[in-house]
């Protein structure tokens, strides 16, 4: 049995539906990513699991025991805010020990477990500072120690690391990864930054408008979208849409506007007639310059548009009636930094089983 | 130190010139004038003997202050004027901050109301608002004949309401309870609702996250009502002189009564003098207080 089972559990704010009919098992110990855009209803989920808000209909069980009318406070979950919501006239070690006192901990056993939990998230001598005084790095750490000095069964993050900068925020995810193998606790994580999820996740729940879309591995969700909206959403895409014309021997022709019949592998029974779409990762299209006879499967179209981002080079390929492919090439291949200009003539391949089919 | 373009200097000086010529005229000078005044001589018929008196000699002495200082029945009044501040201040705390909480979590579109109806006393004079009182309190009102019948049930002897410290404090009570509740309501209306989540979260039930967490942060709120409150309380007269028995008069009663009936200025001035300093200490300590307490400049913002 997993830990937490939430089983067809929905959120209802007047007409709109939050959460719809969500059903998740995530087992102790696992990091687990919620991901959609903002609105999908993964911060609803969070703050339901939290006890913040009822559910209209389903159930949340914990270790088998159903969570409904058991208040925030009594529901062993701790939750990282997004604004950290750090007590400002508490210093850092009257938060941490805050949860302690509220659970009644033996007074001299505050003071070790708080030293625990600051040499866990590295804030070693920051006991004494009031949170104004920290940086919003140091801040996140806090909050995070704050929750997880307790050891809770689980610990919900929402967001926790939008608000730092580019850099600070791959630290952190690194060192997030490495606290929660270190504690063991099963991490919930809401963000909508997808490389975040891919990063830091074993499995992860796509989300869209109140429903979960696909619930897989980083990397199954990344080379296998089970939909358009999940493709699109995680990382860049192409999605080439059409009529199926073949289907010979797990082989799916489609017949895409602008580039014609584009074949792909795909292990489902699809009808002829019907329609589909194949995702198409940019890395996984060869660009190249264009051979005096273009073989099979080989795609011509003129460069649009170039962005040139250090270690890639990402073109925008248009081809016949304006349909845009795009497709990154590696500046680590031997040669120029840059391969082609704008309104260069290129062709594109790729190996029939670099692409996706997704039904509609 | 840097010196600002002249422009600018002119700028501040428009901007801040107004009032303070105001306030130099209106205060500071009055407050020097008072001080001088305390250690005059009174006149024949009332206010002050002359400067330089017949033998020409320069007429100053501290016998208002000996006066003040020797007769234990100033203190007493001064002392007794305190503790009714004091208790004002805290009865006002506690009607004051039930209701500002409630103003401040109750949904946006109804605060501006409801914030109206606190200041919608101030729409009526202060005196009329008084003897309003008189009339709800009068002996032949409801509220005592039925305090009474009430107390006659259990064999007690009848108690006039009116013209007692109970009507006093009643009535200091009401008209200063605006003052507690707008600072509080200012306060408490910026709290972050995320905090009170992240203690619930973290297993306080509503009271430890009343006494650990709203009460804290609200602490400069209090202190600012207090002030506000308990300033205003100490000098007041008018209260007791309309609503007050034989024995309730306060310092602020002895002080109209030395400039207008015993015609006594010196004396009148030096209890101004101490009435002042009592008020500047106690704002003093409070400002102290607030800021060794709350040095965390406030709540913080969503």
New interface residues.
């Given amino acids: 049995m997993a830990l937490l089972e939430i089983q067809g559990v929905t959120r209802r704010f007047g007409d709109f539906t939050a959460v719809d009919n969500v059903g998740l098992a995530i087992e102790a110990g696992e990091f687990f990513t919620l991901l959609g855009p903002s609105g999908c209803g993964k911060t609803t989920l969070l703050r339901m699991i939290?006890g913040?808000d009822p559910a209209d209909g389903g159930r949340i069980l914990l270790n088998g025991e159903d969570l409904a009318g058991k208040?925030?406070?009594a529901r062993p979950?701790?939750?990282v805010?997004q604004?950290y919501?750090?007590?400002?006239?508490m210093t850092v070690e009257g938060n941490v020990a805050?949860?302690l006192r509220?659970?009644k901990t033996p007074e001299r056993e505050i003071a070790p477990k708080i030293a625990a939990a600051l040499e866990d998230v590295r804030l070693v001598g920051f006991g004494k500072r009031?949170?104004?005084e920290l940086s919003g790095g140091q801040k996140q750490r806090v909050a995070i120690a704050?929750?997880l000095v307790?050891h809770p069964t689980v610990l919900l993050l929402d967001e926790p690391l939008a608000a730092l900068d580019a850099k600070l925020r791959e630290e952190m995810q690194i060192e997030l990864i490495d606290l929660q193998k270190e504690v063991g606790i099963t991490f919930i994580y809401v963000t909508h930054d997808q490389t975040e999820a891919l990063a830091l996740s074993r499995r992860i729940a796509v989300m869209n408008q109140g429903r979960v879309e696909q619930m897989d591995a980083p990397s199954n969700i990344y080379n296998f979208p089970r939909t358009r909206f999940v493709a699109d959403f995680i990382g860049h895409c192409n999605l080439l849409s059409g009529p199926v014309i073949a289907n010979v021997r797990g082989v799916v022709t489609l017949d895409v506007k602008g580039l014609g019949p584009v074949d792909v592998a795909t292990g489902s029974k699809i009808a002829r007639g019907s329609s589909g779409s194949i995702a198409l990762r940019p890395e996984k299209i060869r660009i190249e310059a264009p051979s005096s006879t273009p073989p099979n499967h080989h795609y011509r179209g003129t460069v649009a548009e170039l962005l040139y981002m250090g270690d890639v080079t990402v073109y925008k390929v248009a081809t016949q009636n304006g349909t845009r492919v795009e497709a990154l090439r590696a500046n680590s291949e031997s040669g120029r930094a840059q391969f082609f200009d704008v309104g260069d003539v290129v062709e594109m391949s790729w190996p029939v089983d670099a692409g996706h089919f997704i039904a509609e | 130190m840097s010196v600002a373009p002249i422009g600018h200097r002119i700028g501040r000086w428009l901007v801040s010139g107004p009032p303070l010529l105001y306030l130099v005229v209106f205060f500071a000078a009055p407050t020097l004038i008072m001080v001088l005044a305390s250690f005059r001589t009174p006149g024949e018929f009332g206010g002050l003997a002359p400067l330089i008196d017949e033998s020409g000699k320069l007429d100053l002495n501290v016998e208002a202050y000996t006066r003040f200082l020797t007769e234990p029945i100033y203190f007493e009044i001064f002392l007794k004027s305190v503790w009714y501040a004091l208790v004002t201040t805290l009865i006002c705390l506690l009607l004051a901050y039930p209701l500002a909480v409630l103003i401040a979590k109750s949904p946006k579109k109804y605060r501006d109301l409801l914030l109206l109806l606190v200041i919608l006393p101030f729409w009526s004079n202060f005196l009329i608002r008084i003897y309003a009182w008189m009339i709800i309190l009068g002996p032949n009102a409801a509220l005592a004949r039925a305090v009474n019948s009430v107390l006659g049930w259990w064999g007690a002897e009848p108690v006039p309401l009116l013209f007692s410290s109970f009507a006093v404090l009643v009535c200091l009570v009401y008209v200063h309870l605006p003052f507690m509740v707008l600072p509080l309501y200012a306060n408490l209306e910026k709290h972050d609702q995320a905090l009170l989540d992240a203690a619930q979260d973290l297993g306080a039930n509503a009271w430890h996250r009343f006494w650990r967490i709203t009460f804290p942060l609200s602490l400069p709120g209090v202190y600012a009502g207090a002030a506000l409150v308990f300033i205003p309380a100490l000098g007041i007269f008018a209260i007791p002189d309309i609503l007050g028995g034989p024995n309730d008069s306060l310092i602020g009663n002895l002080i109209k009564q030395q400039f207008l009936e015993t015609r006594d200025w010196p004396f009148g001035s030096v209890l101004s003098i101490v009435l002042t300093l009592a008020a500047l200490a106690l704002a003093g300590f409070a400002a102290w207080v607030g800021r060794r307490n709350g040095g965390f400049g406030g709540p913080e913002r969503a």
């Fill in positions: 939290a913040f208040p925030p406070e979950v701790r939750t805010f604004s919501a750090l007590f400002p006239h805050f949860p509220m659970a009031m949170p104004q704050r929750a307790t």
